[in-house]
Each structure stands twice: as structure tokens, then as C-alpha cells.
């Protein structure tokens, strides 16, 4: 299995700060690799997929970037509803999702 | 719009099998490049991709836990179902099915089944 390894766990910031969680493979993805949000109580809710592509829907202060073992997901100006768990996930072989990144608004 | 909601036991004992339904509306299996996932979530932990069947009827598999899964929908192509034998503990979470139009990008999700194991 492909393991991957999100950092860091917990994350503080203040509205308006720009903002980046990482997410690193044990192995090459080839940039098969998906962001999703998860607010408590809630479905995760798919961002960006295949490393950079923004979902329809999702504001464009999200992106997405990486290669190879290591992605960044960037939020550019952090807003209130931002808050939440953030997950990567990887599809380059059987899919596997990143310990997740909590993101408090301070 | 695009629905998916997952149906279950609730609560089912250990060395039992657990029975999941997924019915959706909004978009048919039978599309070209469709499919339905199975993922779960333990209470605070992160997810875990288990299984998926794609419009063609092929299916796939979490390799750890491909033994005890198995994954079907019905003829109408309305409806995905997975099974998991002899349950434990551990398989207590929350158990949800999610729609791709291409292949593990899973842009639709149901709003989850909770799912206890006890005995």
C-alpha cells in the first residue's frame, strides 16, 4: 500500500491568512492525488483532483500543486467557512487517504 | 441533482455479515466511466477506501480487506450493495458510497450510515 503522510495534524490561522497543508507519498503518485474537506457531521466534500484541478463549485482561493511524493493544497485568503478536516487521497495504485489535517480558524 | 444514500443494519453483532445499500438518483451506473465507491470512517479517525463497482460491472477491492467484501448492484443499476462477513469491533464506523464519473474521483458523496458492532 501506498502510504501517505499529511502535515501537519492540527492547524491555527487567522481569516485572511494564507494557508498550506502537505500531503507526502511513500512512493511516486504520478499526481493521481485528490483534496477533500470534511466538516463534523459531514460528507467529505471532493476540492481538487489530480493534484491541481479545482471541482466546479469550489471557490478558486483553493489550488492545488505537487509532483512525484509531495502535494500542497493552498488555500490563498482563509475565510470563516474554511475550517474543517482535510484529507489527501491518492489513486495512483489502490486508493488510500492521508491521516488528515484539522484547521481551526482562530 | 445528484443523490446517494446509504442504508443499514444500524447495529449487527460480531462474526456476523454486514449488509449496505447505496441508492442513488440523479445519475445512472450504466454511464460509461460511472462508478460507486465504498469508504468508511471510524469516529475521529480518517477514511478508508474499501471497495467499488464501475458501469461495466467491474468491481474492485481494498486489497487488506478484499476477503471478507464484496461489492453488486441491482439489474436497474439504481442500487450498490456491499457485504462484509464475519464483522468485528473494528469494523464499527461510519460507512459511505460515493459516485465518480471518472475513476477514483469521488465527486458525490451520501450522507453516510452509521454502523456498531457489539455484542
Known amino acids: 500500500d501506498i502510504q501517505m503522510t499529511q502535515s501537519p495534524s492540527l492547524l491555527s490561522a487567522s481569516v485572511g491568512d494564507r494557508v498550506t497543508i502537505n500531503c507526502k507519498a511513500s512512493?511516486?503518485?504520478?499526481?493521481?492525488l485528490n483534496w477533500y474537506q470534511q466538516k463534523l457531521g459531514e460528507a467529505p466534500k471532493l476540492l481538487i483532483y489530480?493534484?491541481?484541478n479545482l471541482q466546479t463549485g469550489i471557490p478558486s482561493r483553493f489550488s492545488g500543486s505537487g509532483s512525484g511524493t509531495d502535494y500542497t493544497l493552498t488555500i490563498s485568503s482563509l475565510q470563516p467557512e474554511d475550517f474543517g478536516t482535510y484529507f489527501c487521497f491518492q489513486h495512483n495504485s489502490w486508493p488510500t487517504f492521508g491521516s488528515g489535517t484539522k484547521l481551526e480558524i482562530k | 441533482q445528484v443523490t446517494l444514500k446509504e442504508s443499514g443494519p444500524g447495529m449487527l453483532q460480531p462474526s456476523k455479515t454486514l449488509s449496505l445499500t447505496c441508492s442513488f438518483s440523479?445519475?445512472?451506473?450504466?454511464?460509461?466511466?460511472?462508478?460507486v465507491s465504498w469508504i468508511r470512517q471510524p469516529s475521529g479517525k480518517s477514511l478508508e477506501w474499501l471497495a467499488a463497482?464501475?458501469?461495466?460491472?467491474?468491481?474492485y477491492y481494498n486489497p487488506s480487506l478484499k476477503s471478507r467484501l464484496t461489492v453488486s448492484k441491482n439489474t436497474s443499476n439504481t442500487q450498490v450493495f456491499l457485504k462484509i462477513t464475519s464483522v468485528d469491533i473494528a469494523d464499527t464506523a461510519t460507512y459511505y458510497c460515493?459516485?465518480?464519473?471518472?475513476?477514483?474521483?469521488?465527486?458525490?458523496w451520501g450522507q453516510g450510515a452509521s454502523v456498531t458492532v457489539s455484542s
Open positions: 512512493q511516486n503518485i504520478n499526481k493521481y
Open positions: 440523479g445519475f445512472s451506473l450504466s454511464t460509461s466511466g460511472m462508478v
Open positions: 463497482i464501475d458501469w461495466d460491472g467491474d468491481k
Open positions: 460515493a459516485r465518480s464519473r471518472q475513476l477514483w474521483v469521488m465527486d458525490a
Open positions: 489530480n493534484t491541481n
